[in-house]
Nanobody, 119 residues
Framework: QVQLVESGGGLVQAGGSLRLSCAAS????????MGWYRQAPGKQRELVAD???????KYADSVKGRFTISGDIAKLTIYLQMNSLKPEDTAVYYC?????????????WGQGTQVTVSS
């Protein structure tokens, strides 16, 4: 059974920093990406940043220059360093693994960790 466990969320003032961690376990084959999504109240879940299996990464425009994703897909562990946090970064942050076997894609999700940025 695949499990993704996030940690590191919390309450921080605007301008502060947080570091999220995600550790996956279980049998996961054919990983395409590992990454972070977030969902604010009343909004759709959106991609924050992810690492592609080849090693490159991409970011949402809203976090470029402030957030850094790192980790090792082979070790099923990723991190998200969040600096210069803004109130609009407040959301539940979810770790995600996207894998593919043949033509079938699989998405695995963590339980989410709350990040709250006060103004």
């Amino acid at each position: 059974q695949v499990q993704l466990v996030e940690s590191g969320g919390g309450l921080v003032q605007a301008g502060g920093s947080l570091r999220l961690s995600c550790a996956a376990s279980g049998s996961i084959f054919g990983i395409n990406t590992m990454g972070w999504y977030r969902q604010a109240p009343g909004k759709q879940r959106e991609l924050v940043a992810d690492i592609i299996s080849g090693g490159s990464s991409k970011y949402a425009d809203s976090v470029k220059g402030r957030f850094t994703i790192s980790g090792d897909i082979a070790k099923l562990t990723i991190y998200l360093q969040m600096n210069s946090l803004k109130p609009e970064d407040t959301a539940v942050y979810y770790c995600n693994v996207e894998a593919q076997r043949g033509l079938r894609r699989y998405n695995y999700w963590g339980q989410g960790t709350q990040v709250t940025v006060s103004s």
